[in-house]
T-cell receptor
Framework: DSGVTQTPKHLITATGQRVTLRCSPR?????VYWYQQSLDQGLQFLIQ???????AKGNILERFSAQQFPDLHSELNLSSLELGDSALYFC????????????FGPGTRLTVT | GIQVEQSPPDLILQEGANSTLRCNFS?????LQWFHQNPWGQLINLFY???GTKQNGRLSATTVATERYSLLYISSSQTTDSGVYFC????????????FGTGTRLTIIP
């Protein structure tokens, strides 16, 4: 168990809908990262938050957004969903101070039908 | 951006065999991690090894940062070792995002 929790584990929804994925980092970790794993693109970085502020952006679509709350949990919002958004979405956390090792949550498997 | 290549892409071994997985990267890195993705999709941390050698039970890893490669050794393979092994690096002059290789799919046959 990495100490990173994600909910829900599975999500099935229709095209055009909006969903929210939730992540709680390891106790004490200030950075939260979101990654997407799809069959055709592999594992790709989406976005990073550090202590409530956006720190880095990767290949994140404009239909996707994220935020990190004062208690350091994070949410990834996916809107106007398309079939191609079906993927495994991982959250990871790190201390980002004395250590940059990232610990991954169990993932949320999103299926868009 | 930084390129990460893993080899071999697929490996099928008999239980009890040893294996070596390789990760080459194209530039200087701050961080290098090895992960095992099990058949249920979970990404399990194996090593945080930007340089040097580490061992954990039957697994060990070596990173030679100056030559831009890392090796993961698995000895006395067990069926539970099956899955996909990923190498991921954090580019030294970028942010902290991890760039993943395409993985090595390991299948251990009883």
């Amino acid at each position: 168990d990495s100490g990173v929790t994600q909910t829900p584990k599975h999500l099935i929804t229709a095209t055009g809908q909006r969903v929210t994925l939730r992540c709680s980092p390891r106790s004490g970790d200030l950075s939260v990262y979101w990654y997407q794993q799809s069959l055709d693109q592999g594992l790709q970085f989406l976005i990073q938050y550090y202590n409530g502020e956006e720190r880095a952006k990767g290949n994140i679509l404009e239909r996707f957004s994220a935020q990190q709350f004062p208690d350091l949990h994070s949410e990834l919002n996916l809107s106007s969903l398309e079939l191609g958004d079906s993927a495994l979405y991982f959250c990871a956390s790190s201390a980002s101070t004395d250590s940059y090792e990232q610990y991954f949550g169990p993932g949320t498997r999103l299926t868009v039908t | 951006g930084i390129q990460v290549e893993q080899s071999p892409p697929d490996l099928i071994l008999q239980e009890g065999a040893n294996s070596t997985l390789r990760c080459n990267f194209s530039d200087s890195v701050n961080n290098l991690q090895w992960f095992h993705q099990n058949p249920w999709g979970q990404l399990i941390n194996l090593f945080y090894i930007p340089s040097g050698t580490k061992q954990n039970g039957r697994l060990s890893a070596t990173t030679v940062a100056t030559e831009r490669y890392s090796l993961l050794y698995i000895s006395s393979s067990q069926t539970t070792d099956s899955g996909v092994y990923f190498c991921a690096v954090d580019y030294r002059f970028g942010n902290e995002k991890l760039t993943f290789g395409t993985g090595t799919r390991l299948t251990i046959i009883p």
